[in-house]
C-alpha cells in the first residue's frame, strides 16, 4: 500500500498511526496538495490528502473510509473501534467532533496564510466552532474513567483527537489551553509519549504552490 500525504495533516497522521498499530506495511509518499496536485491527480481527482493505494491499484479517499477498510483487514478482534452498537456510535461522533474540528482548523490555517484581504468575520466563526467542539470534548472525556477514550486500549477517537489537537497548537498558537481543557491536554500528552506517535510526526510548514 502506498499513503499519499504529509504527516503535518491530522487527517493523513491518523491513517499513518494506525497501519503501523495495525501492523501493515506501506510506502509514504509525502506529497503536498499545493506542489504535488498533478501527481496526486491520477490517484484522487480532488487533489487531496489522505489518499491510499492499494496492491492493485485501488485508490481510497477520505481518512475516515481508509480506516473503515483498515479496520476491515484487521478484523473485529483487532479492530481500534467496537464493531457495532451504542460505543461504536459514540466512537464515532468523538471522532466526527475532532475531524470536524481539523477541517475548521486547516481552513482557519489556509485563510490567515493565504488570502491577503482576510474575512475576520468567517475566521471567528471557525475559531468558536472550534472552541465549541473543544468544550463538548472535554466534557465527554472527564465523564469517562477508562484509560483511553473507549476503553483499556488506544483507539481511532484518542488518535483523532490527539493528532488534530497538534496541528490546532502547531497553526494556532495560544488557541488550546491546558487550563481550560485539561483532560484534552492529558490525553494528547499520553498519546504524543507513544513511539508510534513520535515516528508519524511531521511539523508543520506553510504549503508551497
Not at 164 to 173: N, Q
Request: aromatic share 10%.
Amino acid at each position: 500500500m502506498i499513503l499519499i500525504g504529509q504527516y503535518d495533516s491530522p487527517f493523513v497522521r491518523r491513517v499513518a498511526i494506525a497501519l503501523r498499530l495495525y501492523d501493515m506495511p506501506f510506502e509514504h509518499y509525502p506529497w503536498s496538495t499545493f506542489g504535488d496536485a498533478d501527481k496526486l491527480a491520477v490517484y484522487n481527482p480532488l487533489r487531496r490528502v489522505p489518499t491510499l493505494v492499494l496492491e492493485d491499484g485501488e485508490a481510497l479517499v477520505e481518512s475516515g473510509a481508509i480506516l473503515d477498510y483498515l479496520d476491515e483487514l484487521a478484523g473485529a478482534g483487532r479492530a481500534m473501534i467496537a464493531p457495532f452498537g451504542p460505543e461504536r456510535r459514540r466512537a464515532l461522533k468523538t471522532i466526527a467532533l475532532a475531524m470536524g474540528m481539523g477541517d475548521k482548523a486547516v481552513s482557519l490555517f489556509y485563510e490567515s496564510i493565504l488570502r491577503q484581504e482576510r474575512s475576520e468575520l468567517w475566521m471567528e466563526r471557525c475559531r468558536t466552532q472550534i472552541r465549541g467542539t473543544l468544550d463538548v470534548l472535554e466534557a465527554d472525556r472527564a465523564a469517562r474513567s477508562t484509560p483511553w477514550w473507549q476503553g483499556d486500549r488506544v483507539g481511532h477517537a484518542d488518535i483523532a483527537v490527539a493528532c488534530v489537537l497538534r496541528f490546532i497548537r502547531e497553526a494556532h498558537p495560544g488557541m488550546f489551553s491546558v487550563e481550560t481543557w485539561p483532560r484534552l491536554a492529558a490525553l494528547a500528552t499520553e498519546c504524543e509519549a507513544l513511539s508510534v506517535f513520535t515516528e508519524i510526526a511531521q511539523t508543520l510548514t506553510p504549503p508551497k504552490s
